[in-house]
């Protein structure tokens, strides 16, 4: 083999998807961008819980818009969701985890819900361990 017939994965242009290339500064810039972002979201939501810049009862609705985004950057950053065609495959799976842990957690609360409902009073539980 030649120098000239032979290339790593990375000169083909195979690369996994979300991937920019085989410019590794690029990529790294991309990710301290991300966690720039990230860190500064999560700055603010301290802020925005700590200090009296918000109104008391809008807090958490500013905590659930920073959080979205939070969820944005990670998504885009991170994990390379973007809405390219090769990335079907991730969004899905991204979707189905999402629904498992609907799913649990919904469950959870329902289950929690109706044993509430089916308890009996204090004072009979307390007549039943006498």
């Known amino acids: 083999m030649t120098a000239e017939s032979s290339h790593t994965d990375d000169e ?10 085989p410019n590794i500064r690029a990529g790294v ?16 939501s301290f802020y925005a819980a ?3 810049l918000i109104w ?12 979205i985004a939070q969820i944005g ?3 885009a950053f991170f994990l390379h ?5 090769d990335n079907t495959n991730n969004v ?17 609360i329902w289950i929690m819900d109706h044993l509430n409902q089916n308890m009996p009073p204090m ?7 006498r």
């Open 50 to 52: 700590g200090s009296g």
């Open 123 to 129: 004072e009979e539980m307390l007549q039943m361990q």
């Open 29 to 44: 810039q991309g990710y301290l961008i991300g966690l720039g972002l990230a860190v500064l979201l999560t700055a603010a």
């Open 73 to 75: 950057v990670h998504l």
């Open 81 to 85: 969701i973007t809405t390219a065609p």
């Open 12 to 21: 083909s242009g195979d690369v996994a998807p979300g991937v920019e290339g």
């Open 56 to 67: 008391g009862p809008g807090i958490p609705v500013a905590l659930i818009v920073l959080a």
């Open 92 to 108: 899905l799976a991204l979707a189905f985890g999402v629904m498992i842990v609907a799913l649990v957690v919904g469950g959870s």
